[in-house]
């Protein structure tokens, strides 16, 4: 493979003036009439105009992303918030008719029959669907959305609990049910879980309000209901409802017997006779908690050598963002929960932003952010904006597969060998326990979004249903059930990205059939991972899977298969 440089350089700008900066529609609207008023005669015509716009979209979704970041870093400054809600109530209404107008140009020209087909089919099948989708009524509606949707930002931000006379963020609280101590597990956890409820109506409103708005949009556009708009929209041209609900089953016959089997495991190792929620990350009393780290800088040194082991080119990717302060990684009071990996588009470099609290799962998190790092660097030299727009499944399948590959050099974390095991088995015991959880949620969404009209009484009827469904029959959840009633709440993706979450299964189902590569010949694997990475969003979903050594396949049969490869991987380290 050619020798690849994380030494990114964000390009020199040839159609917006170097030191540009958006403030307003103003300053940005003369572009877009530019762009939809100039005369395309030649293929060079259209070359060019097609790469200025490509530079135009690039410093808007950068400025945007920034905006984003800003405000989430500091729930509780309002004038980081005004400057997000500014850009998405007086900005963005307006360049949505501009973008539609453009695209109808794209697409109308004669010019556009004569380019490359291979090159250009996933951009212009992503541009005629956006064309389809487009309605004037409904520019307001997702502008309002963007803004309430950032609301469960704000309220979840705020949310702190006292443990041993010390306030926590409910990330670093979680830390405290890894602990020995079950009587203080439970305190905890019981507070946390309260703290959520007292804020359970505000949640319950707004999404509400989510869900009423979303409908709207769906409805303007000639949509039965949202899910059926949302798949469109989200480009899922390769798989449709009713695969979902097969994963779904599938889940269900292959996953869940595993499931149990962890659970049992961790009974045992408990030593007790009943399993309940606050005991699930716990370890034995003659056992500490695992403690990878203890600050965030230490986690991204760590991190950092951890992928140059794997690829020096890996950590390149972050040294770079390290210069550039790509980083916001520890938890604390005002800051928005969960944790992602923003994509700059002009810069290249993306922002990694999480909760660390000096957890095992702040690991997984790091290397999974990591991951999609190591995407957007991979992508950054392609030569149009929307090239760099891959699906989100091969975008989580970057993450979730350097999560497995990264295990190999786990040493960096956990010194002592026996740590070093538990950790593995924690890390393949996720693999296999998220499945349920990922289900659960897409199966929720599916009924929230065909019964937009529901009482708040049937949502939590329903979810409770559809939750026990795929619970673990091994947990005892007696006295809880006002818990489990809306633990749905705490699923940011509900709020602010709905329906993006069946993508976590795909690709988990994609990043075992790299670490079957990977535990067959590493380097092979390696080079399949970079080669599906560096192609962007050029290619469909299945030929992504297709340059990665994968097949793009959720049946039952297939799920068994790599079910059967992490049992028996978790059991060889179980049996050390």
Request: negative net charge; hydrophobic residues 40%; contains cysteine.
């Amino acid at each position: 493979m050619k020798t690849l440089s994380a030494n990114i350089e964000k390009p020199i700008r040839v159609f917006l003036p170097e030191n540009f900066t958006i403030t307003d529609w103003n300053s940005i609207s003369s572009y877009f009439e530019d762009l939809s008023q100039r005369p395309l005669h030649t293929a060079a015509d259209m070359e060019k105009w097609l790469k200025d716009m490509s530079e135009l979209e690039a410093v808007i979704s950068e400025d945007v992303s920034w905006r984003h970041i800003r405000m989430t870093c500091n729930t509780e400054d309002k004038k980081l918030q005004d400057n997000f809600t500014y850009f998405m109530m007086e900005i963005q209404p307006k360049i949505q008719p501009y973008a539609d107008l453009l695209n109808r140009k794209l697409i109308n020209s004669p010019l556009t029959a004569a380019l490359d087909k291979q090159k250009y089919f996933t951009y212009l099948r992503s541009v005629k669907k956006s064309i389809d989708l487009f309605r004037e009524e409904n520019i307001p509606i997702q502008s309002e959305l963007s803004v309430l949707g950032q609301q469960y930002g704000s309220i979840s931000g705020k949310m702190t609990v006292n443990v041993k006379d010390q306030e926590y963020t409910l990330q670093q609280a979680m830390k405290f049910l890894e602990n020995p101590d079950r009587g203080l597990r439970e305190d905890v956890y019981r507070k946390v879980q309260e703290r959520r409820i007292q804020d359970k109506d505000a949640l319950n409103n707004l999404f509400t309000e989510l869900v009423k708005r979303r409908d709207q949009i769906a409805r303007n556009a000639g949509f039965d209901n949202f899910r059926d708009y949302k798949f469109v929209e989200m480009g899922r041209f390769d798989y449709t409802k009713d695969d979902c609900f097969r994963f779904h089953d599938s889940v269900k016959q292959h996953i869940l017997p595993l499931v149990e089997i962890i659970n049992k495991y961790q009974q045992r190792k408990l030593g007790l006779d009943n399993l309940r929620p606050w005991d699930m990350d716990a370890e034995p009393d003659n056992q500490e908690p695992l403690n990878p780290f203890k600050t965030g800088e230490e986690l991204l040194e760590k991190t950092v050598k951890c992928f140059s082991d794997l690829r020096p080119f890996f950590a390149d990717c972050l040294r770079t963002m390290q210069k550039m302060n790509r980083f916001d990684l520890e938890s604390r009071i005002g800051k928005a929960p969960g944790g992602y990996n923003c994509p700059l588009a002009e810069t290249g470099a993306p922002f990694i932003f999480m909760n660390a609290a000096g957890q095992m799962h702040d690991v997984t998190t790091m290397v999974h952010e990591g991951g999609h790092a190591v995407h957007s660097f991979l992508s950054h030299h392609l030569e149009l904006s929307a090239f760099k727009e891959y699906p989100m499944e091969i975008a989580e399948v970057a993450s979730m597969a350097m999560e497995l590959f990264s295990m190999e050099n786990w040493e960096i974390y956990f010194q002592n060998p026996e740590d070093l095991r538990r950790a593995k088995i924690q890390q393949l015991e996720r693999v296999i326990t998220i499945f349920p959880w990922i289900a659960t949620i897409d199966k929720f969404q599916h009924w929230v979004y065909e019964n937009p009209n529901h009482s708040l009484d049937q949502r939590t009827d329903n979810w409770f249903r559809i939750y026990n469904e795929f619970n673990s029959k091994v947990i005892d959840w007696t006295g809880l059930e006002i818990y489990q009633k809306n633990i749905w709440q705490k699923q940011l993706h509900l709020f602010e990205v709905p329906f993006y979450y069946i993508e976590y299964g795909i690709a988990q189902l994609g990043a075992i059939g790299l670490w079957m590569q990977f535990k067959k010949n590493k380097e092979v694997a390696m080079d399949h991972y970079i080669q599906a990475l560096s192609l962007g969003g050029t290619k469909t979903l299945p030929e992504l899977y297709e340059a990665a050594g994968l097949k793009f396949d959720f049946s039952g049969a297939y799920i068994k298969e790599l079910m059967d490869f992490v049992e028996k991987e978790m059991q060889s380290l179980m049996n050390d």
